[in-house]
């Protein structure tokens, strides 16, 4: 038996470390991994415990972040508890794999310190990475701080490990400004956090010699839109109530709240961001700075990205008038995710609100809150006017010539 | 350890196991059932298996059938190997746990992949599984070309042989590079056990089959794999075939122990020209022509030596 630790009821933990405590806590039966700035003190903090007897389960370091989930797949389908982590290229390497662990229907967690995709080669932050994997049929938490990140683990196995929904969860936080910030965390005991995930139960486990299973078969156009429905069917009606009873019992085991969309001083509110990651965190101060020069400023972060929302989000936004979608990464080609997300999700609602979009943070640049007193300004100009008064797509903190789309 | 098996003859061996059903969509005459039929019979242990994306893959489990009654996994065409190392790992795991259904049972970790897959596409992730050292056994089933896809070729691809991307034509003989020395790759690994068998030696491949699960740590089988269709040759000439093979010494049969001891299992009694081997098939048609009939010759020359290369290693002993 892997040997038990005393936690303090704060620690000072960056986002990496309070993902690794997650993972000994659960006591994962397999971390299959490959290091990519800046996760890879998920997997070193990881080792650390194997070689200290924190652990007994398997620890395999792999030749690639390919092989890591080629491993974690192979690993699940034996039945067990099975994590991973990775950022950026690393997650890029992994994406066919997350694929076939989503359509195989098998549970794993992967830690995704989210960065940059190259070219050009960048190690900081920004959600192209997330973004990369929101159609693989995983479902995507995200954390805005260390405390997220360590809380968001628990939840992400229990999801994932429930027999209605067997589906993969990852769980997202930004790079360095979540995964390298020591922050106070509020901690679990070791047992508390086991309990809360509680003991893995297998099914359909390759290992039960007694009743062999066939993992990973050949369909065509004769099986595979049916399998396909059946995934997307799983994911879109079982998880949300999954996690929003999760989020619920997590409540009331430690007193922490979590939605899934998470709403500041939306009651009233004219104005609007929508973000994600640490982001969410700025936009709130700046919200309430905004409402003492008398503008109706809310903050929407979106805590569940993939099941998206729907419902939810039509809700909170429902009486603003004017909404700015912020997203951490280049669109290429189309306007950001978050801003599709969302002109889909308002579009056969009687919201009149006018939407418009802000790139923002590439590659680890700060999103400052005079940036987002610029975003609230030409939001309110928006709801005046009841319409789109400013560029559609916007840069925020770009040097050179102002860039924007139409 | 479990009990080795006792084999007696070949029909029993054949009916002695029914992991493998003779129900799949490979082509009538395709080896690589053959060799997957010796290598689930040559042993009564549970078994975790796993193919990549090949003709075996599309073949043998296609929804709601599957040809396999052992537990089996496919996940893409790289990485059979990682998916048998991740349940590997997860058997080790939930032993030490405690959590082993039937912890009393010692299942065999195999996973199969056609020559694309392991001289290729697959090779990084088989080369970390064997640095790495789970207990697994990686068996290729190598027909020397890309089958499933249509017959493109691989790095397995013989000289002289015309595949779809290396056609021979008027200016060109096919095929341009020698096969990849993939055994002495993987011996260059360190695996305890690595061996080179051919469906007809069925004795020889048992042999090797049941050294090869009594090894620990992971062991590399390379599997001559007649492959009817690309090859081209009838169906009933399988058989026929691998022997022009083995008796040819194109494929020799022999094993690397630790990296080092080489020992040549097959000695054939008479050993046949190069050329019979080649005319048997339609993919080498085309150099029993004037312009290329001298890579005939280079094709025996190479083959000589090469088995002066092995029999001097076996002398050698290292
Ligand atoms: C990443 C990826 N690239 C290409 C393919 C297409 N593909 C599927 S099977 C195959 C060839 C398989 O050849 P081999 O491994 O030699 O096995 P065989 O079919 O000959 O038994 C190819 C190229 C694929 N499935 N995945
Ligand atoms: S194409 Fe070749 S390898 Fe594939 S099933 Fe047919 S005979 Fe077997």
Same mark, same amino acid.
């Given at each position: 038996m892997a040997d038990t630790m005393e936690l303090r009821d704060i620690e000072v933990w960056d986002g990496n470390m309070a993902a690794?405590?997650?993972?000994?806590?659960?006591?994962?039966?397999?971390?299959?991994?490959?290091?990519?700035?800046?996760?890879?003190?998920?997997?070193?903090?990881?080792?650390?415990?194997?070689?200290?007897?924190?652990?007994?389960?398997?620890?395999?370091?792999?030749?690639?972040?390919?092989?890591?989930?080629?491993?974690?797949?192979?690993?699940?389908?034996?039945?067990?508890?099975?994590?991973?982590?990775?950022?950026?290229?690393?997650?890029?390497?992994?994406?066919?794999?997350?694929?076939?662990?989503?359509?195989?229907?098998?549970?794993?967690?992967?830690?995704?310190?989210?960065?940059?995709?190259?070219?050009?080669?960048?190690?900081?932050?920004?959600?192209?990475?997330?973004?990369?994997?929101?159609?693989?049929?995983?479902?995507?938490?995200?954390?805005?701080?260390?405390?997220?990140a360590y809380d968001l683990n628990f939840i992400a196995f229990r999801v994932s490990e429930d027999h209605d929904v067997r589906l993969p969860a990852m769980v997202h936080q930004d790079g360095f400004m979540t995964s390298h910030t020591a922050q106070g965390v509020h901690t679990l005991t070791d047992e508390a956090a086991y309990n809360f995930v509680g003991q893995y139960k297998p099914m359909n486990d390759m290992l039960d010699l007694d009743h062999p299973v066939t993992h990973g078969v050949q369909t065509e156009e004769d099986w595979h839109f049916e399998h396909k429905a059946r995934q997307q069917h799983a994911l879109m009606t079982a998880v949300l109530p999954k996690i929003q009873a999760a989020f619920d019992d997590f409540e009331k085991l430690t007193g922490r709240k979590y939605n899934i969309v998470e709403a500041y001083d939306m009651e009233d509110a004219e104005v609007a961001v929508v973000c994600m990651g640490t982001s969410v965190e700025t936009a709130r101060e700046v919200a309430e700075e905004m409402r003492a020069q008398g503008i109706k400023a809310g903050v929407v972060g979106i805590r569940v990205?993939?099941?998206?929302?729907?419902?939810?989000?039509?809700?909170?936004?429902?009486?603003?008038?004017?909404?700015?979608?912020?997203?951490?990464?280049?669109?290429?080609?189309?306007?950001?995710?978050?801003?599709?997300?969302?002109?889909?999700?308002?579009?056969?609602?009687?919201?009149?609100?006018?939407?418009t979009n802000y790139i923002y943070g590439l590659g680890g640049r700060d999103l400052t809150k005079a940036h987002l007193v610029s975003i609230y300004t030409d939001l309110k100009a928006n709801a005046d006017a009841g319409k789109v008064t400013t560029p559609l797509q916007q840069y925020i903190g770009l040097r050179g010539p102002k860039l924007s789309f139409f | 350890m479990s009990e080795i098996k006792k084999i007696k003859n070949l029909k029993e061996f054949s009916t002695s196991a029914?992991?493998?059903?003779?129900?799949?969509?490979?082509?009538?005459?395709?080896?690589?059932?053959?060799?997957?039929?010796e290598v689930l019979n040559a042993t009564n242990d549970d078994l975790i298996l796993a193919a990549s994306t090949g003709c075996l893959e599309v073949c043998t489990a296609v929804y709601p059938y599957t040809s396999w009654d052992a537990s089996w996994i496919h996940i893409g065409f790289e990485n059979g190997s990682s998916a048998v190392a991740g349940a590997e790992a997860m058997y080790k795991a939930l032993k030490t746990k405690g959590r082993l259904k039937q912890p009393d049972r010692v299942p065999k970790f195999v996973a199969f992949g056609g020559d694309g897959a392991t001289y290729d596409i697959g090779f990084q992730w088989i080369s970390g599984c064997f640095e790495r050292g789970h207990n697994m056994m990686y068996v290729c089933l190598?027909?020397?070309?890309?089958?499933?896809?249509?017959?493109?070729?691989?790095?397995?691809?013989?000289?002289?042989?015309?595949?779809?991307?290396?056609?021979?034509?008027?200016?060109?003989?096919?095929?341009?590079?020698?096969?990849?020395?993939?055994?002495?790759?993987?011996?260059?690994?360190?695996?305890?056990?690595?061996?080179?068998?051919?469906?007809?030696?069925?004795?020889?491949?048992?042999?090797?089959?049941?050294?090869?699960? *009594?090894?620990?740590?992971? +062991? $590399?089988?390379?599997?001559?794999?007649?492959?009817? !269709? %690309?090859?081209?040759?009838?169906?009933?000439?399988?058989?026929?075939?691998?022997?022009? *093979?083995?008796?040819?010494? +194109? $494929?020799?049969?022999?094993?690397?122990?630790?990296? !080092? %001891?080489?020992?040549?299992?097959?000695?054939?009694?008479?050993?046949?020209?190069?050329?019979?081997?080649?005319?048997?098939?339609?993919?080498?048609?085309?150099?029993?022509?004037?312009?290329?009939?001298?890579?005939?010759?280079?094709?025996?020359?190479?083959?000589?030596?090469?088995?002066?290369?092995?029999?001097?290693?076996?002398?050698?002993?290292?």
């Amino acid at each position: 038996m892997a040997d038990t630790m005393e936690l303090r009821d704060i620690e000072v933990w960056d986002g990496n470390m309070a993902a690794s405590q997650a993972l000994r806590q659960v006591q994962v039966d397999v971390v299959a991994a490959y290091p990519i700035t800046p996760s890879t003190p998920i997997v070193e903090n990881y080792a650390g415990f194997t070689a200290n007897g924190y652990v007994d389960g398997e620890f395999v370091m792999t030749e690639s972040e390919h092989g890591a989930m080629s491993c974690c797949i192979g690993a699940a389908a034996a039945g067990g508890r099975v994590a991973t982590a990775t950022s950026s290229q690393g997650f890029a390497l992994m994406v066919e794999t997350l694929y076939s662990a989503s359509g195989m229907r098998l549970p794993i967690v992967l830690n995704v310190v989210n960065r940059a995709i190259g070219a050009p080669l960048n190690v900081n932050g920004d959600h192209s990475d997330m973004y990369m994997g929101r159609d693989s049929g995983w479902i995507q938490l995200d954390s805005y701080c260390p405390q997220n990140a360590y809380d968001l683990n628990f939840i992400a196995f229990r999801v994932s490990e429930d027999h209605d929904v067997r589906l993969p969860a990852m769980v997202h936080q930004d790079g360095f400004m979540t995964s390298h910030t020591a922050q106070g965390v509020h901690t679990l005991t070791d047992e508390a956090a086991y309990n809360f995930v509680g003991q893995y139960k297998p099914m359909n486990d390759m290992l039960d010699l007694d009743h062999p299973v066939t993992h990973g078969v050949q369909t065509e156009e004769d099986w595979h839109f049916e399998h396909k429905a059946r995934q997307q069917h799983a994911l879109m009606t079982a998880v949300l109530p999954k996690i929003q009873a999760a989020f619920d019992d997590f409540e009331k085991l430690t007193g922490r709240k979590y939605n899934i969309v998470e709403a500041y001083d939306m009651e009233d509110a004219e104005v609007a961001v929508v973000c994600m990651g640490t982001s969410v965190e700025t936009a709130r101060e700046v919200a309430e700075e905004m409402r003492a020069q008398g503008i109706k400023a809310g903050v929407v972060g979106i805590r569940v990205f993939r099941p998206w929302p729907l419902e939810q989000l039509a809700a909170v936004l429902k009486d603003v008038k004017a909404i700015a979608a912020l997203d951490r990464s280049s669109p290429h080609g189309t306007v950001g995710a978050l801003f599709n997300e969302i002109s889909g999700t308002l579009f056969n609602t009687d919201t009149k609100a006018v939407l418009t979009n802000y790139i923002y943070g590439l590659g680890g640049r700060d999103l400052t809150k005079a940036h987002l007193v610029s975003i609230y300004t030409d939001l309110k100009a928006n709801a005046d006017a009841g319409k789109v008064t400013t560029p559609l797509q916007q840069y925020i903190g770009l040097r050179g010539p102002k860039l924007s789309f139409f | 350890m479990s009990e080795i098996k006792k084999i007696k003859n070949l029909k029993e061996f054949s009916t002695s196991a029914d992991r493998f059903e003779g129900a799949n969509l490979l082509c009538p005459g395709c080896a690589h059932s053959i060799i997957v039929r010796e290598v689930l019979n040559a042993t009564n242990d549970d078994l975790i298996l796993a193919a990549s994306t090949g003709c075996l893959e599309v073949c043998t489990a296609v929804y709601p059938y599957t040809s396999w009654d052992a537990s089996w996994i496919h996940i893409g065409f790289e990485n059979g190997s990682s998916a048998v190392a991740g349940a590997e790992a997860m058997y080790k795991a939930l032993k030490t746990k405690g959590r082993l259904k039937q912890p009393d049972r010692v299942p065999k970790f195999v996973a199969f992949g056609g020559d694309g897959a392991t001289y290729d596409i697959g090779f990084q992730w088989i080369s970390g599984c064997f640095e790495r050292g789970h207990n697994m056994m990686y068996v290729c089933l190598d027909n020397e070309v890309y089958a499933n896809t249509g017959g493109q070729r691989s790095s397995s691809t013989p000289i002289g042989a015309s595949a779809t991307t290396t056609p021979a034509g008027r200016v060109s003989y096919g095929e341009k590079k020698n096969k990849k020395d993939m055994m002495g790759i993987m011996a260059a690994h360190g695996a305890p056990y690595v061996a080179q068998v051919a469906p007809n030696k069925w004795k020889d491949m048992v042999a090797k089959i049941q050294k090869g699960f *009594a090894a620990e740590g992971p +062991v $590399f089988i390379n599997a001559m794999s007649a492959c009817t !269709t %690309e090859w081209k040759f009838a169906p009933e000439d399988t058989i026929a075939i691998s022997d022009l *093979a083995t008796d040819s010494l +194109v $494929f020799p049969l022999y094993e690397i122990i630790n990296g !080092t %001891e080489l020992n040549i299992t097959y000695r054939p009694k008479n050993i046949i020209p190069v050329r019979d081997y080649l005319g048997a098939q339609g993919r080498f048609k085309h150099l029993f022509t004037k312009q290329y009939e001298y890579l005939i010759d280079e094709w025996q020359t190479r083959v000589d030596k090469e088995w002066e290369r092995l029999q001097r290693r076996e002398e050698a002993r290292v």
